[in-house]
T-cell receptor
Framework: GDSVTQMEGPVTLSEEAFLTINCTYT??????LFWYVQYPGEGLQLLLK?????DKGSNKGFEATYRKETTSFHLEKGSVQVSDSAVYFC??????????????FGQGTILTVHP | NAGVTQTPKFQVLKTGQSMTLQCAQD?????MSWYRQDPGMGLRLIHY???????DQGEVPNGYNVSRSTTEDFPLRLLSAAPSQTSVYFC?????????FGSGTQLSVL
């Protein structure tokens, strides 16, 4: 079955540092890939997505590129802020894009950014 | 989290008790799902629904029941709670390829 593996956390950075959170996946066919973010006490929110190979998703300074050859979708940000402190989840949706609300999530990576 | 309302926010149960977690949406969309979130395991799909009267099992359905009598509501029932069901539960509505999550229910089973 489908699976998503994220780098082990937690990750602790100083403000303005560069961020990378690794994500690799296993799936049949051509899945869509997502990064969701969860701020303390809240539900998950979509951060960015990519639907086909070589697509780059971007939002709020975060970027991730869909690499089919390495089955990866690493999240990056050039300069993190304290407000980026949250839990980040990599996820995939299969079934040709009509996933019926069914996503496969990675285990989540806790990011803490210090001033 | 606008549009997806979960109640209650917190609940403590004793082993063997039953309860229903409520989920309501005002976005009039067909696809709804329930996930549980556990440390180090991400979110795992419990049940999902593609419309009123249609539900199906996800990855971890045992111990949970669902029904979908209306488009708006998708309740999750625990018939006999067990400590292994201690978790944070999220309801979600899918619009296009995007999931909109509720704010979650934190459940403890003693």
């Amino acid at each position: 079955g489908d699976s998503v593996t994220q780098m082990e956390g937690p990750v602790t950075l100083s403000e303005e540092a560069f961020l990378t959170i690794n994500c690799t996946y296993t799936a049949t066919g051509y899945p869509s890939l997502f990064w969701y973010v969860q701020y303390p006490g809240e539900g998950l929110q979509l951060l960015l997505k990519a639907t086909k190979a070589d697509d780059k998703g971007s939002n709020k300074g975060f970027e991730a590129t869909y690499r089919k050859e390495t089955t990866s979708f690493h999240l990056e940000k050039g300069s993190v802020q304290v407000s980026d402190s949250a839990v980040y989840f990599c996820a995939l949706a299969n079934a040709g894009g009509t996933s019926y609300g069914k996503l496969t999530f990675g285990q989540g990576t806790i990011l803490t950014v210090h001033p | 989290n606008a549009g997806v309302t979960q109640t209650p926010k917190f609940q403590v149960l004793k082993t063997g008790q039953s309860m229903t977690l409520q989920c309501a949406q005002d976005m009039n969309h067909e696809y709804m799902s329930w996930y549980r979130q556990d440390p180090g395991m991400g979110l795992r799909l419990i049940h999902y629904s593609v419309g009123a009267g249609i539900t199906d099992q996800g990855e971890v359905p045992n111990g949970y029941n669902v029904s979908r009598s209306t488009t708006e509501d998708f309740p999750l029932r625990l018939l006999s709670a067990a400590p292994s069901q201690t978790s944070v539960y999220f309801c979600a509505v899918q619009i296009g390829q995007k999931l909109f999550f509720g704010s979650g229910t934190q459940l403890s089973v003693l």
